[in-house]
């Protein structure tokens, strides 16, 4: 094939998901932390499970940015980036059943009650979710506001595709600032669970 040829375009691949597998150096479990902020959960956690390859999505670009010179400056290989709208990414770009696990730590709680349906949370989302993971693939869900936490047990219990399982905790050294944070001033929600197939 010359340059031109693979530079074409190829309108069947268009609308199809991104190979995120390949993107690694080594085919192995996949990981998702959902709006990933600062990083330090997803460094931290992909340091430590070097098994393990870890996808962050977050919108701000400066945070990824960071997040991004982090790794590189700690020769952290098993971490690639997407600076994405986190519904539109799990919806359109990462293949189905292709992760084992995703982490969802504090997300926008949307607390006026006429903007929780904007919260990620939602019956929608839940099936987007179940159709990315693997079977008896997991989620880990954390929110410091309690309605919020309240609504997504109710929805993620609704849709039948879910069994709970023992809430994720995170380590002293994997807890982010807004964790940190919350956890001296709230309590936090956590809730766990994973696909029935
Ligand atoms: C409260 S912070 C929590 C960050 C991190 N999960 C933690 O526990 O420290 C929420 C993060 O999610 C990002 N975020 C919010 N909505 C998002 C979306 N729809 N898609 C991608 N990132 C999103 C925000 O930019 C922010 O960095």
């Known amino acids: 094939m010359n340059r031109k040829e693979t530079r074409r375009a190829i309108p069947d691949q268009w609308l199809e998901p991104v190979p995120i597998h390949d993107w690694f150096d080594s085919i192995q479990n996949l990981e998702i ?3 990933c902020g600062n990083g330090r959960f997803l460094l931290e956690r992909a340091t430590q499970h070097p098994g393990i390859n870890f996808l962050g999505i977050e ?3 400066k945070r990824v940015a960071k ?5 590189i400056k700690r020769n952290i290989r098993n971490i690639r980036l997407w600076r994405v709208e986190g519904d539109y990414a799990m919806r359109y770009l990462v293949p189905k059943h292709s992760i084992s696990t995703c982490y969802i730590f504090f997300p926008d709680p ?5 903007h929780a349906p904007k919260r990620i949370m939602n019956a929608g989302f839940l099936k987007v979710l ?3 993971l693997q079977s008896r693939g997991q989620v880990h869900f954390a929110t410091d506001h309690l309605p919020y936490f309240f609504d997504a047990v109710q929805a993620i219990q609704g849709t039948g595709l879910f069994e ?14 807004f964790e940190l944070h919350f956890l001296a001033h709230k309590p936090i929600g956590r809730y766990s669970f994973h696909k029935k197939t």
Request: hydrophobic share 25%; with cysteine.
């Open 130 to 132: 179940h159709r990315s």
């Open 110 to 114: 949307w607390p006026k009650k006429k």
């Open 164 to 177: 709970e399982i023992t809430p994720f905790c995170p380590t002293e050294a994997e807890r982010t600032d």
């Open 33 to 35: 932390d959902l709006g």
């Open 67 to 71: 997040i991004d010179h982090r790794a």
């Open 59 to 61: 919108r701000q670009l």
